[in-house]
């Protein structure tokens, strides 16, 4: 598959996308993250991705995979906890 521009971008934007858009409770399917990257003018191969996230474990993130019907990928440890950034954001405007 020949590659295109943005494919250096790929795992950033996979990244990007299971730690601001994913939880235990939200995993993303592969189909979520193929039409995200296309979203965003990344063409992918479930292949690559499968590659992509098992570098981003090695690299030390926490990211796992529920089976099943309603499953898929998700970020399981994160350094702020959700409500810790809204509290963040909500305090700026003091």
Known sequence: ?????N??????LLLQYLERKTDEEH???MTELLGFL???????????IYSDIRS?????????MRKG????YFMAARDFELAEIKISDDMRGI
Request: proline letters at 5%; zero cysteines; hydrophobic letters at 35%.
């Open 7 to 12: 494919s250096k971008m790929k795992m950033l």
């Open 1 to 5: 598959m020949p590659k295109s521009a």
């Open 38 to 48: 296309e979203q965003n003018g990344v063409a992918a191969e479930r292949k690559s």
């Open 69 to 72: 019907k309603e499953g898929g």
């Open 27 to 29: 995993p993303a399917s």
């Open 56 to 64: 981003l474990q090695e690299l030390g993130y926490d990211i796992m």
